[in-house]
């Protein structure tokens, strides 16, 4: 491995534990593999995991410069005590973190391992095998009262979906209106939402997307609001001011993506660069009112963000 190599290296140990795809591959070369040699690497210490709706993330304590460490290989399995090998790779990572993710709305079971691998091609014994389980999704456990879009990790059934950002301008000027039951989601919902950054929108000083829907009661259980994005831009995702009739629910702070939404439609497909996040919260049921109700997403600051699906749950 070159000095220049293993530079890049260190800079990228250095940082933070910051989750990284699954698809980010630091492998050594054959030559690498083939001169490996010296003691292993020690293994990582005090794996953890925490589930999360349709992922789960992955962290470990690890020394990254005795021996210089090339890599950590994540093995993972919806099996207890699976082997190492091949078919359980889950992907490799410079950081002490990994994000396994795009595992759908419902509860998932894994067992994880994770091993070293040192600038010489080494490789540690594997860690202890650790258990986890994502958190399952209120699109799955709640019972939809209004939806638009599909819960697929897909825009494509959205309007101007998979790049057709150019057009919001002119296609909706004063932001997305939309009716439940009576507006198309193919028209009437932009698969994308601009922010004050968005230079191609016109830096607008905001914009805000409707969600209208009826109920012919005030549920007695809890009502819940999904929204699943198929993507954030990378840097300046922004944050989403959430209204419901008139009323303040809260404000999230976009994760950030992979800017690629804009562009792209479809995060199942291998090697996606798209960054899935979910935001799931109770909706006040002091807000929610007989007939029409209108759930209010206002950008104010930040950059873009796509749209998988939104909905309305009782649960």
């Known amino acids: 491995m070159s000095s220049q190599g293993n530079v890049a290296r260190r800079t990228a140990l250095g940082i933070g ?10 492998a050594p070369s ?9 003691p292993r690497p020690k293994p990582v210490r005090r794996p953890r995991a925490a589930g999360e709706i349709g992922r789960i993330r992955l962290t ?12 950590y290989a994540v093995y993972g399995s919806r099996t207890k005590g699976f082997a190492i090998g091949p078919d359980t790779l889950l992907g490799k990572t410079v950081y002490t973190s990994f994000l396994h993710d795009r595992m759908g709305g419902r509860r998932q079971d894994w067992y994880y391992r994770v091993v070293v691998v040192d600038a010489a091609g080494n490789r540690s014994r594997p860690s202890e095998e650790i258990a986890a389980h994502s958190t399952e999704s209120v699109t799955v456990s709640g019972t939809p009262l209004a939806t638009v879009g599909t ?3 897909k825009s494509l059934e959205l309007a101007l979906a998979p790049n057709g950002y150019a057009q919001y301008r002119t296609r909706f000027p004063g932001g997305v209106d939309f009716t439940h039951g009576r507006s198309d989601p193919k028209t009437d919902w932009s698969y994308i939402q601009p922010g004050p950054s968005d230079s191609w929108a016109g830096n607008p000083k905001s ?10 009661a005030v549920p007695d259980g809890e009502v819940w609001l999904a929204i699943w ?13 959430l209204g419901l009739n008139g009323t303040p629910v809260r404000d999230v702070k976009l994760e950030n993506g992979g800017t690629r939404g804009s562009l792209e439609g479809d995060a199942t497909l291998p090697g996606t660069p798209l960054k899935p996040s979910y935001v799931e919260l109770e909706l006040p049921r002091s807000a929610l009112r007989t007939g029409e109700n209108a759930l209010t997403i206002d ?10 699906a939104l909905g309305v749950f009782t649960r």
């Open 30 to 38: 054959a030559a690498e593999a083939s001169a490996a040699s010296g």
């Open 207 to 216: 914009t805000r997307t409707t969600f209208r829907f009826a109920l012919d």
């Open 17 to 26: 534990a910051a989750a990284v795809p699954a698809a980010l591959v630091f």
């Open 151 to 153: 819960f697929d990790h």
């Open 229 to 241: 994005l198929l993507d954030t831009h990378a840097s300046i995702p922004g944050t989403i001011n």
């Open 60 to 71: 470990w304590e690890g020394e990254a410069y005795k021996p210089l460490v090339d890599h």
């Open 299 to 308: 950008k104010q600051v930040g950059s873009w963000h796509v749209y998988d």
